[in-house]
């Protein structure tokens, strides 16, 4: 990357991740029109379009996506030199980039956000909830947050939250009038509400009791790739939901929903906070990784991070909840 473009580069991969040069000048502490000027500088100098402008938003070229994708591992070394500067002063600072999933968001980070701020004000927390699986350092990111079958083997994975059950329940308005399923093969009698996967699958809904282990497929009214959908339409009657005990414990205590096939519900391990092997983490990962362990201190036998290869095979979730 040639030196005297680097400011231009920089101001343009910003405005790619806001799609918008009023976002990204902002950001920058610039004009809008200064902005556009400068995008307009760099292709010039480079002799090619980056930038698709129309009145509504702002694209990015194919040629734009090559450059974007040379250019930010250059980028995210510079930016984490700077930040060792505050490193070295010993405050953590700098902005922290997350892939997670949107359950994940939910049950791990959303109660503790405020206390976050409050410890650490030097850091900028970017939160992008997407049930996708996305490459960490092609993305920009720090870290992500996934359920630990469905990460690559060449990540240092770190438990968080301990082991999770996946329950089943039902609102009264539901139940009333009809035959409790006593076991899972009961739920075809039902109507169910159903989980698209990230591979356009539909999730089939796991139960486990003294060794034995059931996949079942269900039907019914409605299918979503949004947990959260579903758990509303459940509240309001519309069908049974499967989804983590984490989701629904005040509403399985308020009685909202009621539990069903309890002796059915499955546990595995759970969450894992993934970053790229590396013998130097940024100190506000690190700080990260430790507010988490604390706020959702696990078993002590879960405390380290591990190779996810080391994970036993047999206690590691089934694909089918890979997009959870």
Excluded at 15 to 41: K, Y
Excluded at 73 to 85: F, M, N
Excluded at 197 to 222: M, S
Excluded at 252 to 271: A, C
Aim: charge should be positive; include cysteine.
């Amino acid at each position: 990357m040639s030196p005297e473009l680097l400011p231009a580069i920089a101001a343009f991969a910003r405005v790619a991740h806001h799609a918008s040069f009023t976002r990204a000048a902002e950001e920058l502490g610039v004009s809008p029109s200064a902005l556009s000027q400068t995008m307009r500088t760099l292709e010039r100098r480079l002799g090619v379009r980056l930038l698709d402008r129309t009145t509504r938003r702002v694209g990015v070229t194919e040629l734009g996506q090559q450059l974007l994708k040379g250019a930010q591992p250059a980028l995210a070394a510079l930016a984490q030199a700077v930040e060792g500067i505050d490193e070295a002063r010993d405050k953590p600072a700098g902005l922290l980039r997350l892939n997670v999933s949107r359950t994940s968001a939910e049950l791990l980070l959303f109660p503790h956000m405020g206390d976050f701020a409050a410890a650490y004000p030097g850091i900028t927390l970017e939160l992008v909830c997407d049930n996708r699986l996305v490459e960490l350092v092609e993305g920009g990111f720090d870290a992500g947050i996934r359920l630990g079958e469905s990460l690559a083997q060449d990540v240092i994975a770190v438990p968080i939250g301990g082991p999770l059950r996946m329950v089943t329940c039902a609102a009264p308005r539901y139940l009333a009038g009809r035959k409790l399923p006593q076991t899972p093969d009961d739920l075809r009698e039902h109507q169910c509400l159903n989980y698209r996967l990230t591979t356009g699958g539909l999730y089939r809904w796991e139960y486990a009791q003294d060794g034995r282990v059931l996949d079942i497929e269900v039907a019914g009214p409605l299918i979503s790739n949004d947990g959260e959908v579903l758990l509303a339409a459940a509240r309001d009657g519309a069908g049974i939901a499967t989804t983590f005990e984490g989701s629904v414990r005040a509403d399985l205590e308020s009685g909202r929903l009621v539990p069903l096939l309890q002796p059915w519900w499955p546990t595995f391990p759970g969450f894992y906070l993934y970053h790229p092997s590396s013998a130097q983490i940024p100190r506000k990962l690190r700080v990260f990784i430790d507010f988490l362990q604390a706020r959702h201190a696990p078993p002590p036998v879960s405390q380290r991070a591990v190779k996810l290869a080391s994970l036993p095979r047999s206690r590691r979730p089934s694909p089918a909840r890979r997009a959870k």
